[in-house]
């Protein structure tokens, strides 16, 4: 049986990166869903559908064009009381930009998005890319990455292998995009039910 290895982003980053937020520090039982790439019609329409159902709050880390394209999907996130964060606006991946790029990229997304979160696209960001960002933006990471996007997984294994270790103040990182789409549609309502009956509440991300 594979490990999957992929769940928990590796220490070293975190070392690396001790100003960003991987986890919140909290003994009481809270999560914190968070959604990239969105928004986009479909999977964020359905996500936002399921949220209200469940009545339950998430972050959505949104792409600057697909925010252009979509904006009466942006709204819904906002009037719905969901936190938004920035996630540049071509999802850039920051390891192949210069600073100077990638932050343009960034200044061109806030545009769109009115958020001082942001998440790098792929979790792959510079240093010097940091460094500008972080007087202006909280940089959110994630605790849990769910593997949704991955073909070699099927959609009961990624519900399980997250299960495994949600943990209080976990930031959980699902994605809106037609790659994740199978993994994504069958995991998260089994994951807020399974967390709900275990008595945690679900918060955005701040």
Sequence with gaps: MRKLRWLR????????FPDFVWRYSTNQKKVYLTF???PIPDSTLWTLDLLKKKNVKASFFCVGDNVRKYPDLYRRIIEEGHAVG?????HLKGWGQ???KYIENVVMASE?????LFRPPYGQIKKSQAKHLLSEYKIIMWDVLSGDYRKDIGPEECLNAVLKKVRPGS???FHNNLRSEKNMRYAVPRLIDNLLAEGYSFECCH
Excluded: E, M, R
């Design 98 to 100: 210069n600073t100077q």
């Design 171 to 173: 930031i959980i990182l």
């Design 112 to 116: 769109y998005v009115d958020s001082k």
């Design 9 to 16: 982003a590796p220490g070293i980053f975190k070392l690396l």
């Design 86 to 90: 920035n996630h540049t606006f071509n």
């Design 36 to 38: 990239d790439d969105g």
